[in-house]
């Protein structure tokens, strides 16, 4: 017995210093949870990743019109060859050959966007050795001036300057609504944990009230005062109690989990606060249905998509057809076996060239290419008035509920308050004998069932409040837009 007193001394001290010495709970707002997953969450990263690809396309895009300077050449280029040489007389000898032929050069570009033509400035020289003739030769461009003029043929440059713009605008709006439902959907997971908190809260005070009750039944039951039946009905309240805190703090684990799976945060050793009610705002639909078409990147891809359906219809006529090509140069070039001598003198030189291809009989081919991109066209046209038609649908309706659901939430703080004092009655009232067991559980079931409802109309309401900003990307509690947070 001493040793069974002293182990169970040890024990209790063992569990007194792990109690001192645990860490207490931290409590954390979903103001914390958003802030810290926008920062540093690999979905938040993700979206980042995306806004700064776009970025470097839309830098990408902005090259095109603007000066290309290259340095091309062949720095040496020797060979020591046995070739065939056609002699004077037509016949042909096989002579040991052994020379270096390098070049250098140097090339300015210039791409023109309305007309897609490419200009070009350049500047060459060009050194042969023949090492067997212990020969060598100068040939020198100084400059010259290129131009290349496609005729009939589609302007991708030109159409790239209309979508580019939208694109790279589009990507910036959806990095905003990226971060909004993120927002929205770290409220949702955090509603979640939340809601199994409370009803492991809530089975842990269950479980703690049948104790109490089992603990004064046997009592009664001692005296007389209650039957065996209604002592068994408190023994399996009990069961069932512990069963069902088992079970909440199982899924308040789980439900911890996902939320930190999500935001990468160590959310199971964390106690989530519960929210104040959503902001209450006053949102006019067409207020909202104005921001979301002044703000939302779907207004950009809208017009995007359709003008990708134009320049698919143009792409195809000008890969049909009359297509042709002019090209133009004009320079000066001279030669000499002096490096320096090449620049005395030069002689100028032109070209001027016309290429084209005209099919005359395709058996239908240009008007089935043309007529397929038109039909595609037209099908886009109504892919985006439909789409168009949802969405302002969506934003409308989600901004209408904004009150039905604020209305649900006071009802439920009111049922909530009104099911717990109930219950409190209920308890005091059955421990003096007043009320039955069966009246007891009715009350337990309605206040559990009242505090799950206000959590979640709770939940409902604060989703509501991050979905409206997502739809329209405006802050409406502080009258001002999204986009301006998300680029900073």
């Not at 069961?239 to 199982?250: D, I, P, S, T, V």
């Not at 705002?281 to 809208?302: C, G, I, S």
């Not at 004998?433 to 009242?450: F, M, P, V, W, Y």
Request: proline share 3%.
């Amino acid at each position: 017995m001493k040793r069974l007193a002293t182990f169970g001394l040890l024990v209790g001290l063992a569990r007194a210093a792990a109690a001192q010495t645990a860490p207490a709970q931290t409590t954390i707002s979903l103001d914390d949870v958003i802030g810290g997953a926008l920062a540093q969450s690999a979905v938040a990263k993700q979206a980042l990743t995306a806004r700064e690809t776009s970025y470097w396309q839309y830098r990408t895009y902005q090259s095109n019109y603007r000066p290309q300077l290259a340095l091309q050449g062949m720095v040496p280029n020797f060979s020591r060859v046995i070739t065939p040489v056609v002699q004077p007389d037509g016949t042909t000898d096989f002579r040991a050959v052994r020379i270096n032929n390098a070049n250098l050069g140097l090339t300015l570009t210039q791409a023109i966007g309305p007309t897609g033509a490419l200009l070009s400035v350049s500047s060459g020289i060009q050194r042969f050795d023949d090492f067997n003739r212990s020969a060598r030769l100068y040939n020198t461009q100084p400059v010259g001036i290129g131009l290349t003029q496609p005729i009939g043929r589609f302007n991708g440059l030109r159409w790239a300057r209309r979508i580019e713009p939208l694109r790279y605008e589009e990507s910036g709006r959806q990095y905003a609504a990226e971060r909004e439902n993120i927002a929205q959907r770290i409220t949702e997971l955090y509603f979640d944990v939340l809601l199994q908190q409370v009803n492991a809260t809530v089975a842990r005070q269950n479980a703690q009230a049948n104790e109490e009750m089992l603990r004064l039944g046997k009592e009664r039951f001692q005296l007389g005062r209650l039957s065996q039946s209604d002592l068994l009905l408190l023994e399996l309240n009990l069961l069932n109690a512990r069963k069902a805190l088992g079970q909440a703090r199982l899924d308040a684990e789980n439900a911890a989990l996902d939320l930190q799976s999500y935001t990468g945060r160590a959310a199971e050793t964390l106690r989530l606060a519960v929210p104040a009610a959503a902001p209450v705002l006053m949102v006019d639909k067409e207020h909202a249905l104005t921001q979301a078409r002044q703000n939302r990147p779907e207004t950009l891809a809208f017009r995007r998509r359709l003008l990708q359906a134009e320049s698919d219809v143009a792409q195809a006529k000008g890969t049909t057809g009359l297509q042709a090509t002019l090209q133009a140069n004009l320079g000066y070039v001279n030669s000499a076996q002096n490096f320096w001598t090449t620049y005395r003198n030069p002689q100028d030189q032109q070209q001027v060239s016309l290429g084209f291809a005209m099919p005359l009989v395709d058996w239908g081919r240009q008007k089935s290419i043309v007529k397929t991109a038109a039909l595609s066209r037209q099908q886009m046209q109504l892919t985006v008035a439909q789409e168009q038609a949802t969405f302002e649908q969506t934003v409308v309706t989600q901004a209408a509920q904004l009150g039905s659901l604020r209305e649900q939430l006071s009802l439920s703080a009111q049922a909530d308050s009104l099911a717990q004092r109930r219950y409190d009655i209920a308890r005091a009232t059955y421990q003096v004998g007043r009320i039955s067991l069966t009246d007891l559980n009715i009350a337990l079931a309605e206040k559990d069932q009242a505090k799950r409802a206000y959590i979640a109309a709770l939940r409902a309401c604060w989703v509501a409040h991050y979905r409206l900003r997502a739809l329209t990307l405006y802050d409406f509690e502080r009258q001002q837009p999204l986009l301006v947070a998300a680029e900073r």
